[in-house]
T-cell receptor, first 113, second 112 residues
Framework: AQRVTQPEKLLSVFKGAPVELKCNYS??????LFWYVQYSRQRLQLLLR??SRESIKGFTADLNKGETSFHLKKPFAQEEDSAMYYC???????????????FGQGTILTVHP | NAGVTQTPKFRILKIGQSMTLQCAQD?????MYWYRQDPGMGLKLIYY???????DKGEVPNGYNVSRSTTEDFPLRLELAAPSQTSVYFC???????????FGEGSRLTVL
């Protein structure tokens, strides 16, 4: 069975400080990992995906297959980064999990001025 | 272009009542999903559909039914509501099986 774990329910940092939201996963096949974000009073939306290898709003995430992790990082947090962040996994290998996301519990990030 | 629209946004049900959560998308997406989110938990997949007339169970389907008569609509039916179904329900759609889901605003359901 696949599983996504976000060990921190709450994370607080000050503006300008580095931030790292942790995500660990368990999946026997070839995974595809995502970060979704929900800002206050907005819909859940895709932030980034590991296969794109891009930086969105200053955030990056690297898939580490050895540690089965996909941590989200930003070197200098901004107040507008305050939101709920979800890590999610989908199978890439055409199995029963293909195209269906398994979500972690979410981390509420608060960036203080 | 409204995206994914869910109704109602809030609802209180008594135990044993039935109701339907409506979901519609105007992006011509083939794939549609229903998730539930319990407090402090991640989203869990209830049902999904890969096209009109085709639906399948997700991780937590018990107590729910779905139908997909058109590409646009994917209603979720709760029969005999139970307190365990108190949750926030999210409908989502996607164009491809790429993991990029477009979500509705959510429907908060309380069963008393």
């Amino acid at each position: 069975a696949q599983r996504v774990t976000q060990p921190e329910k709450l994370l607080s940092v000050f503006k300008g400080a580095p931030v790292e939201l942790k995500c660990n996963y368990s999946y026997s096949g070839s995974p595809e990992l995502f970060w979704y974000v929900q800002y206050s009073r907005q819909r859940l939306q895709l932030l980034l995906r590991h296969i794109s290898r891009e930086s969105i709003k200053g955030f990056t995430a690297d898939l580490n297959k050895g540690e089965t992790s996909f941590h989200l990082k930003k070197p200098f947090a901004q107040e507008e980064d305050s939101a709920m962040y979800y890590c999610a996994l989908s199978g890439r290998d055409g199995g029963t999990s293909y195209g269906k996301l398994t979500f972690g519990q979410g981390t509420i990030l608060t960036v203080h001025p | 272009n409204a995206g994914v629209t869910q109704t109602p946004k809030f609802r209180i049900l008594k135990i044993g009542q039935s109701m339907t959560l409506q979901c519609a998308q105007d992006m011509n997406h083939n794939y549609m999903y229903w998730y539930r989110q319990d407090p402090g938990m991640g989203l869990k997949l209830i049902y999904y559909s890969v096209g009109a007339g085709i639906t399948d169970k997700g991780e937590v389907p018990n107590g729910y039914n779905v139908s997909r008569s058109t590409t646009e609509d994917f209603p979720l039916r709760l029969e005999l509501a139970a307190p365990s179904q108190t949750s926030v329900y999210f409908c989502a759609s996607s164009y491809l099986l790429t993991g990029e889901l477009f979500f509705g605003e959510g429907s908060r359901l309380t069963v008393l």
